[in-house]
């Protein structure tokens, strides 16, 4: 029976992480037109959860990474993305 040959070299080059800031993501459309009973109205759309996130994300790496300011991070994302909604 012949022996494996296993290879290191293959663990150590995936347990390395990725440390390329992400491009900021398009933004979706803060209106959308909505059509009822042949009337069109332009609705208002919040943006989402995951928008915030990646906005929050995009802030911390721009602060440098620090600890501790998940909240603030969220906080300021948010607003800025409702500043685009009026």
């Not at 494996?4 to 390329?20: D, G, H, I, P, W």
């Not at 915030?52 to 909240?71: C, F, L, M, N, S």
Request: net charge positive; proline share 3%; no cysteine.
């Amino acid at each position: 029976m012949a022996k494996r040959k296993t290879s290191s070299t293959s663990s150590a080059s995936t347990s390395k992480k990725n440390t390329v800031a992400k491009a900021p993501a398009k933004r979706a459309s803060t209106k959308a037109a909505v059509k009822t009973n042949g009337k069109t109205k332009v609705q208002t759309v919040l943006p989402t959860q995951d928008q915030i996130a990646t906005r929050a994300y995009e802030i911390w790496v721009a602060k440098g990474r620090p600890e501790g300011q998940d909240h603030e991070n969220w906080k300021q994302a948010e607003a800025e993305l409702m500043a685009g909604v009026k």
